[in-house]
């Protein structure tokens, strides 16, 4: 089941980028690699050249906070996302490299504003006055809550990409599974179900995923195109599919 | 080394300030601001009195904005803050970078202090900031002496501050964190973050780094040239009255040790 105008894309975990079921991603039209909670989790540059060789439509570059050594990493691979023209994409959490890729001489990829930062930046990130500081480049905000939904569908020329069916609650630096700072690991995250606190002590059920903290928020998507106008006309232009690709896909073919 | 630290009223910043505070805090309940209502001034008339107390003491008093504002808020909130400054106030603590460029083209002189919850994880976001107006950042709880290099030596001047964390650590990084409202069924009021979970196959639990870690943090932060160190408002006073005791303690070992002496 799809909606019509709506793009859909599919979150990669570590372990579905490393052996990509091209014959799944051909399903939609834009795939996310690297993450926006985990520095760490930021691919290489030949594991994004090997799934540009097997995948046609756009894909995203996702990326978290980081630290100086991170950042400089991340700033690497841009001239790669580049060189894909429209069909590649930066999702960006920290000011430090949003600030950089704005100021840089050559135009920037197209950036979406990721869920951290467009939490961060709330009113101001809706305000003329960040198209001022940051209007290059700015095209897309990623949301997953209704609060989201809700504010920057005010602002004229930005689209929203809509997480689903997990909306984060909150991250650590301090890998909830290793214990550790997340610095350096081999990702044991990868691959590993998410651990699943239910509801009961919390009122919500929550996800544990390395080390960011999720709940469902799957009546979302169901509630904006329920909307008669949702806060004025806008649907997600994106649907993003954040449960695993073959989940995902899944979804694609019963329906949300 | 400095240590500066968040007041909820009165009585606690004479207690912080007999204790040798170099520096205190405060929010204003009529701003929102990044902690709960009861941990801020009500009455204005208790800021004034709390403004005389600093300059009586000869310390510098900073006010608490470290919310994202919308634009309307922008006007009153600079009124506020000039005549908080006019009337001696050092400055603020700030996040909003609409706010900050607002405040600093308008003339707003007095200091602007980046607060934690402005996400200043590496040197690129330390020159954004630079370039608003801020004159101090504070670093992120969640960013490692190891990772601070940068940042804390940078060539604009800029001071830093850290948390000194010993009277209290987020577990999950501040600003981003939605889990306190995540309210529990039981026992309101009982941090989220400090609970045991029954989690499918075990138990969960946020992790806390240990004592002895947060208090060698303070020294490797102290050695990279970090100034400030903040102690955060919490409900539990008698837990900040043991973070500034231990704190005390820390600084006067680091001091006899030939650390960087206090100006």
């Known amino acids: ?45 030949g594991r994004l050249r090997a799934l540009r060789a097997g995948f046609r439509g756009r894909i995203v570059l996702a990326s978290s906070l980081m630290t100086d050594k991170w950042l400089e990493k991340f700033m ?24 950089r890729l ?10 979406s504003l990721g869920r951290v930062l467009a939490g961060d930046l709330s009113f101001f990130a809706a305000s003329p006055g960040f198209k001022q500081l940051f209007g290059r480049g700015v095209r897309a905000v990623e949301i997953d809550d209704l609060e989201g939904f809700r504010l920057f569908s005010k602002v004229p020329g930005a689209a929203l990409n809509l997480h689903y069916p997990y909306k984060f609650s909150a991250f650590s630096r301090i890998c909830y599974l290793t214990r550790k700072f997340n610095d350096a690991c081999r990702m044991p995250c990868r691959g590993a179900a998410a651990a ?3 509801a009961g002590v919390l009122k919500e059920r929550l996800f544990v ?26 649907v997600p232009a994106r649907l993003v599919l954040n449960s695993g690709l073959s989940r995902a896909a899944g979804c694609l073919n019963s329906g949300l | 080394m ?7 009223n009165l009585d606690e910043a004479r207690w912080f300030l007999r204790k040798g505070a170099d520096e205190l805090y405060f929010a204003l309940a009529r ?38 504002y919308p634009r309307e808020e922008y006007a009153p909130l600079s009124a506020a803050a000039g005549r908080f400054v006019k009337a001696g106030g050092a400055g603020l603590i700030i996040r909003d970078p609409g706010l900050i460029k607002f405040l600093r083209g308008g003339g707003f002189s007095g200091n602007l202090v980046l607060s934690t919850l402005g996400h200043c994880f590496n040197s690129a976001a330390m020159e954004f900031y630079a370039r608003l107006g801020i004159s101090r950042i504070t670093l992120p709880q969640h960013l490692l002496p190891s990772e601070a290099r940068g940042i804390v030596q940078n060539r604009r001047g800029l001071e830093t501050e850290a948390f000194a964390m010993i009277n209290g650590y987020c577990a999950n990084v501040d600003g981003s964190c939605r889990y306190h409202d995540i309210e529990s069924t039981e026992e309101p009021g009982y941090l ?72």
């Open chain 1, 1 to 45: 089941m799809r909606t019509p105008g709506t793009e859909y894309a599919v979150v990669l975990s570590a372990s579905e980028l490393e052996n990509p079921d091209f014959g799944l991603l051909s399903r939609f039209q834009a795939v996310y690699a690297g993450d926006e909670f985990c520095q760490v989790k930021l691919p290489s540059a």
């Open chain 1, 76 to 99: 690497a691979l841009v001239p790669l996302v580049r060189s894909w023209g429209a069909r590649g994409e930066l999702v960006v959490n920290d000011l430090g490299v949003l600030d």
């Open chain 1, 102 to 111: 704005c100021r840089r001489g050559e135009r920037p990829p197209r950036i």
């Open chain 1, 196 to 198: 699943e606190i239910p």
């Open chain 1, 209 to 234: 995923s390395g080390n960011a903290l999720f709940s469902d928020n799957s009546a979302l998507y169901r509630g904006i195109c329920g909307l008669k106008k949702p806060a004025g006309g806008a």
């Open chain 2, 2 to 8: 400095k240590i500066v630290a968040g007041v909820s």
């Open chain 2, 31 to 68: 701003f929102r601001n990044h902690r709960r209502a009861s941990l801020s001034f009500s009455l204005e008339k208790d800021a004034d009195a709390l403004l005389r107390l600093c300059a009586g003491a000869g310390r510098p008093l900073y006010l608490a904005v470290n919310e994202i």
């Open chain 2, 192 to 263: 989220n973050c400090q609970r045991s979970l029954p989690a499918r196959g075990g138990r969960f639990r946020l992790t806390q780094l240990p004592a002895a870690e947060l208090v060698r943090n303070i020294a490797a932060f102290h050695a990279l040239g970090v100034r400030y160190f903040k102690l955060g408002r919490f409900h539990d006073f008698e837990r900040n009255k043991r973070g500034m005791l231990r704190l005390s303690t820390v600084r006067k070992k680091l001091l006899a040790a030939g650390g960087r002496k206090a100006p």
